[in-house]
């Protein structure tokens, strides 16, 4: 078993408030890379935003997850490592925005391989919200969601749909299906 796992979903479902819990009870976390650009692009007047310069941002995407991907897994390690979202988020961005997947793009996929359970949490109206970093409508998330799915299923991965519970049964859920 690989021990990289992907908690992934769209915008405002409670990816990173899962993550935390996880961290909270001594798991190795990898935060979400998206937010951390958005930040360093606001600060810095990038222009890798995805209201600015999408196919920027989503080449940034990119090489964030993998820089995250190889500084933190470890093939001699079974110990749980726990991302907010993977390499093929940055795909399903692409996709979203009909940008090509390129071959070198394709290549990273088969490259950086994570467990092959990928933790999908479903678009939930009653926790969804907006902020300076997520402008997302509530009908972009649904199809972000949607498309996620779509993506890591192209990919050969096996989703597995988090129920729409507290993040502390959440984490119990993901524990207990990666220890059966």
Not at 38 to 51: K, Y
């Amino acid at each position: 078993m690989i021990p990289s796992i992907i908690i992934t979903g769209g915008p405002g479902a409670g990816k990173t408030t899962l993550i935390n819990e996880l961290s909270l009870r001594g798991y190795k976390t990898v935060p979400e890379t998206a937010r951390e650009i958005i930040r360093h692009q606001m600060e810095t007047g990038g222009e890798g935003l995805p209201w600015k310069n999408r196919e920027l941002y989503t080449q940034l995407m990119l090489e964030c997850s993998i820089r995250s991907y190889t500084e933190t897994y470890n093939k001699e390690s079974e110990e749980a490592i726990f991302f907010d979202r993977g390499i093929l988020d940055t795909f399903c961005y692409a996709k979203m925005i009909a940008m090509t997947i390129s071959g070198e793009m394709n290549a990273s996929a088969y490259q950086y391989k994570y467990n092959r359970q990928v933790f999908l949490l479903p678009a939930w109206k009653e926790i969804y919200g907006t902020d300076t970093e997520r402008k997302q409508s509530w009908e972009e998330a649904v199809f972000t969601y949607e498309m996620m799915k779509k993506t890591y299923m192209e990919y050969d991965y096996d989703i597995i749909e988090v129920p729409k519970v507290t993040a502390e049964k959440r984490a119990d859920f993901i524990l207990d299906t990666i220890t059966r």
